[in-house]
């Protein structure tokens, strides 16, 4: 066909359409369906008083994550009602930020039960109680930022005079471990170190500062990567018999799921915080009920993306479990299902 005759043919088509493919067009356009119950789609009501319960009910029938926001809430408050032992796995980047507070008010008050964090999860709580981190920005001169010494953790600035200090404070702890291992004559694990460096804290913002009053214990297998770990490593320099026992906290919290009528797990964020609390809990054929809050997907295959589906697969959440993943930052969500699930 010519370039004029296509331009004909479009010419045509355009004008000329018989009944029976107008018909078809429209039958395309204006299928029938079948009617549908269940949760009008309808937005909070700004022109009436405002009442942060009716707020974040409306959540439920708003759509999209907001509606994933509402279900979490939904699920934890179940989970509370069940009287589960809640498990709650957070990333240290849940602390360098003001979740570090929310997650004190729910230990000060015994809401959850057992801990799983990182090695940054522990230190930066600690560095609060010293010091403040500072809001900075994201965009900003990294070669700069060093010579000036300072750190970056997202949009939050840490000045290293954090550390200047909070090294002070770990040495002295560290060595009265060590005495008390060669005393003792026994290893200490790494939430016995956690729950010790909480005696050390006077300070009723701090995590471990509560979880230490209120025998609330924090496991964290990978107590070596971050600050502790560098102070560790220059410990260990001048005491080489100093260690840690990492088997005997997977014996204690094995059984923390095992011996538990019902547990729950809340995860703020991914990698192997997440992990640790579902593997723990497939030791009694998975929890009872799961909240995941996210920004990962899970396309790339790995654990800190994967739904609560992928679990109830590998047996870590039962298959009759509530369970929800909400996708978003854990700063803007956390602080809401706290309001709604836990602000009773």
């Not at 008010?105 to 999860?121: D, P, S």
């Not at 004559?185 to 209120?214: C, M, P, Q």
């Not at 971050?226 to 320099?237: I, T």
């Amino acid at each position: 066909m010519t370039r004029s005759n296509l331009v004909n043919f479009v010419a045509y088509v355009i004008f000329m359409v018989d009944d029976e493919k107008l018909g078809s067009a429209k039958g395309s356009i204006l299928k029938g369906s079948e009617e549908l119950e269940g949760i009008e789609i309808k937005g909070y009501d700004f022109s009436r008083p405002f009442d942060l319960g009716d707020f974040l009910d409306s959540y439920l029938h708003t759509g999209f994550q907001a509606s994933h926001l509402s279900k979490a809430i939904q699920v934890i408050k179940q989970m509370r009602k069940d009287n589960c032992i809640i498990f709650l796995a957070y990333n240290s980047n849940m602390v360098s930020s003001g979740l570090r507070e929310v997650i004190a008010y729910l230990v000060k008050n015994k809401m959850v039960h057992v801990l799983i964090t990182t090695a940054g999860g522990v230190e930066e709580d600690i560095i609060k109680t010293i010091k403040p981190f500072i809001l900075g920005e994201f965009r900003v001169d990294g070669a700069m930022m060093r010579e000036q010494g300072i750190n970056r953790i997202g949009n939050i600035f840490v000045p290293n005079s954090r550390y200047i200090e909070f090294e002070k404070i770990v040495n002295k702890f560290y060595s009265k471990i060590y005495e008390r291992q060669k005393k003792e004559n026994r290893i200490f694990s790494a939430s016995e170190i956690i729950h010790e460096l909480g005696k050390e804290v006077n300070d009723e913002n701090s995590i471990y500062y509560w979880a230490t009053k209120n025998n609330i214990p924090c496991f964290c297998p990978a107590l070596t990567d971050g600050s502790l770990g560098d102070m560790m490593f220059f410990f260990k320099q001048e005491n080489p018999g100093f260690k840690v026992d990492i088997s005997d906290d997977l014996v204690k919290l094995g059984k923390i799921a095992i011996n538990a009528e019902k547990t729950g797990i809340i995860v703020l964020g991914g990698g192997f915080v997440k992990h640790h609390a579902c593997n723990a809990n497939l030791l009694r054929e998975g929890a009872d009920y799961a909240v995941y809050i996210s920004t990962d997907t899970e396309e790339g295959g790995s654990d800190s993306g994967a739904r609560p589906e992928e679990a109830v697969c590998w047996g870590k959440i039962k298959g009759t479990a509530g369970y929800i993943k909400v996708y978003g930052d854990a700063t803007i969500i956390f602080p809401l299902v706290v309001a709604g699930a836990f602000k009773d």
